[in-house]
T-cell receptor
Framework: GNSVTQMEGPVTLSEEAFLTINCTYT??????LFWYVQYPGEGLQLLLK?????DKGSNKGFEATYRKETTSFHLEKGSVQVSDSAVYFC?????????????FGRGTQLTVWP | EAQVTQNPRYLITVTGKKLTVTCSQN?????MSWYRQDPGLGLRQIYY???????DKGDVPEGYKVSRKEKRNFPLILESPSPNQTSLYFC???????????FGPGTRLTVT
């Protein structure tokens, strides 16, 4: 089946620290992979995506590389800011799915202190 | 402006009183979904739809109904709400499988 596992939070960092949030997946076929971010009191919005193996998605200083050999899509940022405090969700869209549903991880709460 | 709208944004109701949460998108997207978000459980899909009159169950469909009579609208219906349906609900839409999913602002439902 299709599923996403991401590291449990909460993650607490000081400003300018390096961030990694691990995400691994199980999927039939070759899925598209996404990271979504949810700021306090808001809906989810797309942070970055990758649609095939070895693609790197990037946005706002965040990066993630689609690794087929390790079935992973880890999110990284070299220097976090207080404004990055949010919940981050890893997700996949399975190509074999007839109704194109999206599968989400449970989310990782990130808090950045000044 | 491309967007997904949901109404109401906040709702407090009583057990057993039927309610509908509306969802509308203006991007001509084929795929639409409903999710609920609960602490410690992340985002769980309730129902999804590929196009008009095509819907299917997600992970937690019990106690919910949906309909897709028009491409832009995808209402979520709770025929007899119960307290365990107290949650934050999100509607979402996207053009195709590999494309970005756009989320509505959320509806916070409390059932007493």
């Amino acid at each position: 089946g299709n599923s996403v596992t991401q590291m449990e939070g909460p993650v607490t960092l000081s400003e300018e620290a390096f961030l990694t949030i691990n995400c691994t997946y199980t999927a039939t076929g070759y899925p598209s992979l996404f990271w979504y971010v949810q700021y306090p009191g808001e809906g989810l919005q797309l942070l970055l995506k990758a649609t095939k193996a070895d693609d790197k998605g990037s946005n706002k200083g965040f990066e993630a590389t689609y690794r087929k050999e390790t079935t992973s899509f880890h999110l990284e940022k070299g220097s976090v800011q207080v404004s990055d405090s949010a919940v981050y969700f890893c997700a996949l869209s399975a190509r074999g799915s007839t109704l194109g549903r999206l599968y989400f991880g449970r989310g990782t709460q990130l808090t950045v202190w000044p | 402006e491309a967007q997904v709208t949901q109404n109401p944004r906040y709702l407090i109701t009583v057990t057993g009183k039927k309610l509908t949460v509306t969802c509308s998108q203006n991007m001509n997207h084929e795929y639409m979904s409903w999710y609920r978000q609960d602490p410690g459980l992340g985002l769980r899909q309730i129902y999804y739809s590929m196009n008009v009159e095509v819907t299917d169950k997600g992970d937690v469909p019990e106690g919910y109904k949906v309909s897709r009579k028009e491409k832009r609208n995808f209402p979520l219906i709770l025929e007899s709400p119960s307290p365990n349906q107290t949650s934050l609900y999100f509607c979402a839409s996207r053009f195709d499988r590999g494309h970005e999913q756009y989320f509505g602002p959320g509806t916070r439902l409390t059932v007493t």
